[in-house]
């Protein structure tokens, strides 16, 4: 007989329709990669929900009948519209905490907070309106977290059946703000949680709490979150749910991200024709106004410009390479601070170095295709997918021992690896490559066996599978 798990899928923005960051890159494809593993014997009939940000793009949108939760002495209007991608049933939710904060994630922090509670209730009362049930409600980061909170309190309540609360852990220092006075104004009740006292009052923390099964998008994220030093004053309490911790690695889009067909470069190469990537590196040079060599080391940074990141230790560590023959290039933006290092760093080399201040999907691609190497010295990483994108590109990864980095870059098979977040570890790591990269043999050797790892969603989605299957039992 076929069975079918029903999966409400909660995240605050998802690829095509709205995307900011890498959780929209996650939301966007592993729902659909889900559905995609069903088979004769089960049916995952997963169902995204997202807010009805006013920037979401999202055509044959079909209204659904208008509802109200309480609030206070009265009640507020939710308005929800259904569609459809690929097939997979996409709901939005609007209303007026939603339409009143403008961006996805917003400077005001109050704001969201309403926004994001307002988003989880109406979200949760969904499924009554759409005459489907769901046996898992899988929730992401703080935004969506007290989806899972209401979730089990609601059910407590009315004694109703059993819903699995999952939420994926995609950055933990983000925990929402003080919503007390707010589940309060929708008749929530706090519970008593054995949760530290700061953290009894925001949302990721009770929609841990709540949740059947937390998972971090890495296993070696998963162990970081444990220890003082990752686990942003949360790690006791996860140490007594360690059971239901676990970790899986993001996937990133194979087919979009692929040196063989992308349409961004100007020359496509596989594994069999490798040796036709350096054309790209030439070309990237001449772009950029350097000296067209294919045998000056060519470093690359395409990142958020932000501490995490570490791209601070990166320019440092380059700053530091006064005598060795390099180019490299930075792309990014972000903190106006660590902007300015970067274009510091080229006035100072401004025939080595150059700063692309600025979003550009395509310049990354034909760096991935094009430099030697990309530096990634992250403070912490829960997942990272440019090192993903890099190894698929034939670019050899040098990153930090750190989360998701850790877990997909293989020293010395895949990659280099250096251990402290200190700006000498990293130039050592880049040495290490250097000494490497004129062996064309060895080199070679790294970027086919980064080429041929499988870092597509199907794996991934697999393990989610797995979760739930345990969760249904
Ligand atoms: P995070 O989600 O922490 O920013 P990830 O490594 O998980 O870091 O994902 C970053 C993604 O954004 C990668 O696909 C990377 O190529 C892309 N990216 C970052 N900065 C830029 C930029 N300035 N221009 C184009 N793509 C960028």
Redesign the pocket.
């Known amino acids: 007989m076929s069975k079918t798990i029903n999966v409400l899928f909660l995240a605050a923005e998802a690829d095509p329709f709205i995307k900011v ?3 929209g ?1 996650v939301a966007g494809v592993l729902p659909r990669e889900l559905r995609a593993l069903s088979t004769d014997e089960l049916k995952l009939d997963v169902r995204l929900v997202l807010p009805y940000h006013p920037a979401v793009k999202a055509e044959n949108l079909r209204p659904l009948e208008l509802y109200s939760i309480p609030r206070g002495d009265s009640e507020i209007g939710v308005e929800a519209f259904e569609t459809s991608l690929d097939g997979m049933p996409v709901y939005f939710i609007g209303g007026d905490p939603i339409h009143s904060s403008g961006s996805v994630y917003s400077l005001d922090a109050k704001l969201d907070a309403e926004k994001y509670a307002f988003f989880s209730m109406a979200a949760m009362e969904l499924p009554k309106h759409i005459n489907w049930q769901p046996d898992v409600v899988h929730a992401n980061d703080w935004h969506t977290a007290l989806s899972l909170y209401v979730n089990l309190t609601k059910r407590w309540e009315a004694g109703a059946k059993h819903v699995a609360g999952v939420i994926t852990l995609h ?1 933990m220092p983000f925990m929402g703000s003080d919503v007390s006075a707010i589940l309060e104004s929708y008749g929530v009740k706090l519970a008593q949680t054995d949760l530290p006292e700061w953290a009894r009052v925001l949302p990721l923390p009770l929609g841990l709490w709540a949740s059947d099964a937390i998972v971090a998008v890495s296993p070696g994220y998963a162990s970081e979150v444990l220890t003082e030093e990752f686990g942003c004053g949360l790690h006791d309490f996860l140490n007594l749910r360690l059971e239901t911790l676990s970790g899986i690695l ?1 996937g ?1 889009d194979t087919v979009s991200f692929d040196p063989s067909t992308d349409k961004a470069l100007s020359v496509n190469y596989n594994l069999d024709t490798l040796n036709k990537r350096v054309e790209n590196k030439e070309l990237l040079q001449e772009k950029l106004g350097l000296a067209r060599d294919p045998n000056i080391p060519l470093l690359a940074v ?3 410009m ?1 501490v ?2 570490g791209v601070d230790l990166a320019f440092t560590a380059l700053k530091n390479m006064k005598r060795i023959n390099f180019q490299a290039v930075i ?3 972000g903190d106006p601070k660590l902007e300015e290092s970067a274009r510091e760093l080229q006035k100072l080399y401004p025939d080595k170095i150059k700063a ?6 395509n ?2 691609r034909q760096m ?1 295709a094009g430099a030697d190497m990309i530096l ?1 010295p ?1 403070r912490y ?7 993903m ?1 890099a190894m698929r590109y034939g670019c050899v990864p040098v990153v930090r021992a750190v989360g998701g980095l850790k877990d997909t870059v293989i020293p010395n098979e895949t990659g280099f690896i250096f251990e402290k977040a200190h700006h000498m570890s990293l130039v050592s790591a880049i040495k290490a490559a250097m000494k490497t990269l004129p062996n064309r043999e060895k080199w070679q050797e790294l970027q086919r066996n980064g080429m041929s790892k499988d870092f597509s969603w199907g794996v991934s989605a697999s393990e989610y599978l797995k979760l739930y299957q345990s969760l249904m039992k």
């Open positions: 960051g890498g959780l890159d950055n993001n990133i395409i990142s958020r932000d995490q990141k792309l990014g933006t692309e201040l600025r979003f550009d999907a310049l990354a991935y990634m992250s990483e829960p997942c990272g997918l440019a090192q994108i």
